[in-house]
């Protein structure tokens, strides 16, 4: 399905408002697609919305098709009767309303849901039973997972003591599915409560003209139910150990490349059964979303492996991906969904290619245009109608910060190309972006609202600060909305112009 010209804003939902230490789809959310809607954008672009393990990213997730418990609101909790609203004082969410504090999330949420579901699995039990008809192709897997995480102590299920349970057996899955039947109904209903909130603010957002954007990573999280469940999907050994794992070789950027630690598909496996995984797997997002980004889209045409062990990225190879008999296929077989894909880094002449027969939009980044070394094809006049124009993504600087960072060869470039002398390179940025021909253009939030380093989302290759930054209420405000409006309107991205196009 093509997209049309108009324009949207990057938020995770993470980064909401709320009073409970994360942002969730409870009011905040309903809000935020108030000021979209008024701010005349088409799309709200988010971040997975799986439940993150290592290191708090949402790109390392226990499932690639569970919600994320952190999101359910609280409020609407105790809206439904499921939780008493004395039962949210007291607790510690966190000493800031701007960060969020992860390891206070994990000490405060869980007991509250759990106790949330004891009350709601009689409440709705024909609700829940249809819930679970409908996700019978991963929760039972999904809920088994995390009760036995939990037994053996939250440890990454390739460490799990027991060689019988770790390998996926059907006798350990039979004993431990009997033995910790009553978590898992309890995890399985606070699966219900998330899809169940998040299906109500889907429907408001298309109410309100909203799209929303979805994020697909490539790869999925050795520490997760997907890998453990389904090991013959990926290279890994008899004790299913990865014999290589993903990555990216050493460029400009770093000496050592990128060590994502991901395991890689056995694609030959997975062709045999035409793709049944990853047709699961997009199904189940085209459930949530509205459009995809297919996050390092160049990985299926080849990909970086490294050996298993190894300490950096270096010694990795290039091995060969499905190309376009996996990409034709989930084309063709979501034919409803917009499809974006991630084709930042350097390209090959066989990427490019594939890009191209693939139909889908690749992205441009503002960021990298304005080097004035070299010519770039992130400079808005190269661009053709079919592909995404960004300032920065989630891994990108703030425009603030880039400003600050940038070399004043680049700044000066910038000044010139834009034919900005008011002093507000910022906004110039994003009105170059705003009239490129780009058929639909992007920004972060904290574009917007001229944020700098404080507020940037996610830092590639370190730990420990990401993933945390929080809207502030009142910080998306009526004056931003109009103000947004108005450059909307002007290069014919509104609302109104895309119906006008329909």
Same mark, same amino acid.
């Given at each position: ?14 980064? /909401? ?7 969730? $789809?409870? =009011?905040?959310?309903?809000? %935020?697609?108030? *000021? #979209?809607? +008024? ?72 007991? /509250? ?7 709601? $699995?009689? =409440?709705?039990?024909?609700? %829940?039973?249809? *819930? #679970?008809? +409908? ?368």
């Amino acid at each position: 399905m093509e997209l049309k010209r108009s324009s949207g804003i990057l938020l995770p939902i993470s980064a /909401l408002p709320s009073p409970h230490g994360i942002g969730t $789809l409870g =009011k905040a959310a309903y809000n %935020f697609i108030d *000021f #979209l809607a +008024e701010a005349q954008q088409s799309w709200w672009q988010i971040l997975p919305v799986g439940p993150t393990s290592y290191g708090d990213s949402p790109y390392q997730s226990f499932s690639t098709f569970a919600g994320n418990p952190y999101f359910i609101d609280l409020d609407t909790l105790v809206e439904q009767g499921l939780l008493e609203k004395s039962e949210l004082t007291g607790i510690d969410w966190g000493k800031s309303r701007r960060y969020v504090d992860y390891e206070k999330m994990y000490a405060s949420r869980f007991e /509250l849901l759990h106790l949330a579901a004891e009350r709601g $699995l009689k =409440k709705y039990s024909a609700e %829940f039973r249809a *819930f #679970l008809s +409908e996700n019978s192709s991963w929760l039972p897997d999904y809920a088994l997972f995390m009760a036995v995480k939990k037994h053996f102590g939250m440890k990454a299920w390739s460490e799990w003591p027991e060689e019988a349970i770790r390998l996926h057996r059907p006798e350990a899955v039979e004993k431990y599915a009997l033995k910790y039947r009553d978590c898992i109904e309890q995890l399985e209903f606070i699966q219900y409560l998330f899809f169940s909130q998040w299906h109500e603010l889907r429907e408001y957002a298309r109410k309100k003209g909203i799209g929303i954007i979805g994020d697909l990573p490539i790869y999925v999280a050795m520490d997760s139910a997907d890998v453990w469940a389904a090991p013959e999907y990926f290279l890994l050994d008899e004790n299913s150990i990865p014999t290589d794992v993903a990555g990216v070789p050493p460029d400009y950027f770093s000496e050592e490349g990128q060590l994502w630690g991901n395991p890689l598909y056995d694609w030959d496996a997975m062709k045999k059964d035409g793709y049944g995984w990853w047709i699961r797997r997009v199904d189940g997002s085209a459930r949530l979303f509205d459009a995809l980004r297919i996050d390092h889209f160049r990985g299926f045409e080849s990909f970086w492996a490294v050996p298993y062990g190894e300490k950096n990225a270096v010694k990795g190879r290039w091995l060969k991906g499905p190309g376009m008999d996996l990409v034709g296929r989930l084309t063709s077989w979501f034919s409803n969904v917009r499809f974006i894909a991630e084709d930042l880094g350097i390209l090959t002449p066989q990427v490019r290619e594939m890009l191209k027969e693939s139909g889908l939009p690749g992205m441009k980044v503002l960021e990298f245009a304005f080097d004035p070394s070299e010519p770039s094809s992130y400079l808005p006049h190269t661009y053709g109608i079919n592909c995404i124009c960004y300032t920065g993504t989630h891994d990108n600087a703030p425009l603030v910060q880039w400003l600050e960072e940038a070399s004043p060869e680049e700044i000066g470039f910038a000044e010139e190309y834009l034919g900005q002398d008011d002093g507000d390179l910022c906004w110039s940025i994003i009105r170059g972006g705003m009239r490129s021909v780009a058929v639909l253009f992007v920004a972060q939030l904290q574009d917007y609202l001229e944020l700098g380093a404080e507020s940037r989302m996610n830092t590639p290759g370190t730990l420990g600060l990401n993933w945390q930054w929080r809207l502030l209420e009142g910080e998306a405000s009526h004056a931003l909305a109009e103000k947004i409006a108005r450059i909307t309107e002007i290069y014919g991205r509104s609302k109104e112009e895309e119906k006008g196009d329909a």
